[in-house]
């Protein structure tokens, strides 16, 4: 028996979870905080830990995993890197500690040569307004640390926009960036396992409302040779960084190329397609990654859709490969579940998508960008 244990109890370790059932894996979960275990109730052990629980406690009351992961960016490093006396724990501390602050993470994509937005840091209303004074509108405003979905960030479009920040813009660490006439919004999920073997899924292309991502469509149209680019950063950035497991890199196609928007140390969203669409899954990857397995077959046969139900869980009636459904309280914009299409050709498929996203959003179902 091989056991792992997740820390974070969200979908994502759900997933997970139930992937790595036909691998033989039992799981035990830690739950941070005040977090909701619903999603993985009945799939392992959960232990819920305070504020600094003591990692050789923990280590046992998991039960002595082989190997510790995260289905969470918030995860304190210095918890991490205290259970690394005990197992492996992946991706590292270091990873997942550059990966939580905007700022250190351009640092870094930087310098391993991946290009980024130009952006300026700042830590008040008046170094932003300096920032956009030389960046230019649009601009968009991130605070450095806990965002995600579109939280914490401001799109400034105006002198007036801006100007309405001023009461609401909190001294602290930002970064203010350049908004990027992008044709395009792609991601690449990567996976490097801990022999060193690397991979990569087909590039994916997103399409988000109000921040929130709403539909993933892989393979993503390859114009200008965006996939090789961006499998060529994601493999650097893989290497330099000695990484091990999934590795999600969010990207801008522009004009001139490829910008890189931000990097996830983790199963993404964006590639869940890959239950039906890959051999193997994003899931099954990492763990195989995690547990120094060879790693699976990552292309895909056919064209393949997934679409996120944001506050709905009407099972759709359109012709699809499953309907995957979280097992949360519904509660407006909340990722409920997401369905996921293949078909043969990109037109039908994208047909088909717009037919789920009429089934899904009807005119009376509460706004799903209202995020909760
Ligand atoms: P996620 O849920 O993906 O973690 P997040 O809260 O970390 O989201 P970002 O991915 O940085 O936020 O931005 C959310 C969305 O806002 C992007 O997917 C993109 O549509 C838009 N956006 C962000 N930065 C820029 C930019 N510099 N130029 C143009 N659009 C941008
Ligand atoms: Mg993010
Ligand atoms: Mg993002």
Known sequence: ERRVAIIGCGQLAQMMAQEGRSLGITFSFVALGEESTVCVQDLGEVVRVGDSPDAG???????????????REDVPPGLLRALQEFCPVYPQADAVEKTQHRLREKLALLESGVPVAPFLPAENYHDVCAAIGYLGYPAFIKACESGYDGKNQWRVDSVAQLEQLRDELAPGSYVVEKGVPFSREVSIVGVRSASGETRSYPLTENRHENGTLLVSRAPAADGNGELETAQRYLATLLDD??????LTMECFVTRSGILVNELAPRVHNSGHWTLAGAPVSQFANHLRAILGMPLGDTTCAQPAAMVNMLGVDTIPRTPNEGVWLYGKRRRPGRKLGHVIMLDESTESLDRRVEEVLAELYTSDTPERSANA
């Open 57 to 71: 406690s923990l280590y046992r009351e998991l039960g002595c995993p082989e190997v510790i992961t995260t289905e």
């Open 241 to 246: 960084w000695d990484y091990v497991g999934v």
